[in-house]
Nanobody, 115 residues
Framework: QVQLVESGGGLVQPGGSLRLSCTAS????????MHWVRQAPGKELEWVAT????????SYADSVKGRFTISRDNAKNTLYLQMNRLKSENTAQYYC????????RGRGTQVTVSS
């Protein structure tokens, strides 16, 4: 079955950086467009970024454009999210998912941006 395991979250100061990883198994990862979504406390699930199955196309939510970079390594069945210049409003549980709506996502990794 589909398994997605996120890692790399943590506590970081405003302006800092984190790199999230998501290891995938149970499906042909190199044929799927993949997505990062997040959910902040008390808020709905929010789409963050998308990458094509071969990495040739990417797209970002306006709120993270220019600061976050999505990438993938199909040889390692791994999805990444490099997050730079983090802000307090980026605090959330981050998930990798098979759809922009967050279907078939992992358990997530917590990112907390605070001084």
């Amino acid at each position: 079955q589909v398994q997605l395991v996120e890692s790399g979250g943590g506590l970081v100061q405003p302006g800092g950086s984190l790199r999230l990883s998501c290891t995938a198994s149970g499906f042909p990862f190199n044929t799927y467009w993949m997505h990062w979504v997040r959910q902040a406390p008390g808020k709905e699930l929010e789409w963050v970024a998308t990458i094509a199955y071969n990495g040739a196309a990417v797209s970002y939510a306006d709120s993270v454009k220019g600061r976050f970079t999505i990438s993938r390594d199909n040889a390692k069945n791994t999805l990444y999210l490099q997050m730079n210049r983090l802000k307090s409003e980026n605090t959330a549980q981050y998930y990798c998912a098979q759809t922009q709506e967050g279907r078939n996502r992992g358990r997530g990794t917590q990112v907390t941006v605070s001084s």
